[in-house]
């Protein structure tokens, strides 16, 4: 199967210094799954719009000078919490546990919001030009022109943020890269930074990520393993917690946040079907039913 090549490779790139680098390369000249192309480009900023409309729904005053938003595990290209920049967001913070930002992926994101401004779902304005971003540059132009503050590394179970700054805190696909017991900790700090009334929007995808690369194995291939087993699967790089939808909503409920909408995404009849057909390890059967697992992902908005 091709997923366990890459994951080796992935182990290999955990493993030795500037992996992260390299495993760009990688994604960009063999997977060529970076920089996204245009299609992924619009949805990326149609959510990005998602958690704009859902804050406004929420808030009194979503456009005010004064809204503070923060993003942990931002990511490569910056696409949301740029798109939320250009929806009137006027002061962001984004976070990574490690410096994952790539110069060429943000003159990537910049190019396209000029080539497919017609396409994106919201109406925006930029200036003329906008500088080409290098390694030495790209905080101070993300500043000057979308007002994003990037900092890693920095840890999401500590921000040092001052307590009820922030007004919307977002995740996008990065809760099921975390370990539980850090989870629980990211949570209970968000708790303390967002303000009285503050939105958290996060998005969550419960599905095996090997299958985005290896068609050949079902979003729950994961479920297959034990988890001594699953370690020779799970490299830093690439790592999967494998938790489900009911784990999450435990853990929110080790918080005070109030669930405002818990939207979980159904399997399709044929994604079922393979479920069914998969030999799920003995953990995953004796804790879930076959419908706790078969749930692929979720939109999940919390409220202080």
Not at 172 to 184: C, G, K, S, Y
């Amino acid at each position: 199967m091709k997923f366990i090549y890459k994951c080796y490779l992935q182990k290999l790139l955990s493993s030795i210094h500037r992996g992260e680098r390299l495993n760009f390369l990688f994604q960009k000249y063999v997977a060529k799954s970076l920089p996204v192309k245009d299609e992924g480009f619009i949805k990326q900023l149609s959510v990005a719009k998602d958690h704009f409309d859902t804050f406004s729904k929420y808030t009194q005053s979503p456009s005010n000078e004064n809204t503070t938003y923060y993003e942990f595990g931002a990511g490569w290209d910056l696409i949301n919490p740029i798109g939320l920049s250009l929806l009137g967001i006027q002061t962001l913070h984004c976070v990574d546990i490690r410096e994952l930002v790539f110069p060429e992926l943000l003159n990537d994101t910049i190019s396209k919001l000029y080539r497919l401004k017609r396409q994106i779902p919201f109406e925006y304005s930029l200036p003329e030009r906008i500088p080409l971003i290098t390694a030495s540059n790209y905080k101070d132009i993300l500043a000057n022109y979308f007002r994003i503050h990037y900092s890693a590394p920095m840890d999401a179970r500590c921000t040092h943020f001052q307590e009820s700054t922030i007004d919307l805190i977002v995740s996008n696909a990065t809760l099921e890269h975390i370990p539980e017991r850090d989870i629980v900790t990211i949570f209970q700090e968000c708790y303390r930074i967002v303000k009285k009334g503050g939105v958290v929007s996060c998005r969550i995808d419960y599905t095996d990520h090997w299958s985005y690369f290896d068609h050949c194995i079902s979003i729950y291939n994961f479920l297959k393993y034990s988890h001594s087993k699953w370690q020779r699967y799970n490299p830093p790089l690439h790592y999967q917690n494998r938790l489900r939808h009911r784990d999450y909503l435990d853990i929110i409920s080790q918080t005070n946040f109030q669930v405002l909408e818990d939207n979980p995404t159904p399997p399709s009849k044929e994604e079922m079907d393979a479920l069914r057909t998969l030999e799920i390890d003995a953990y995953f059967l004796n804790k879930y039913t076959v419908e706790e697992l078969a749930i692929k992902g979720t939109k999940l908005i919390l409220k202080k």
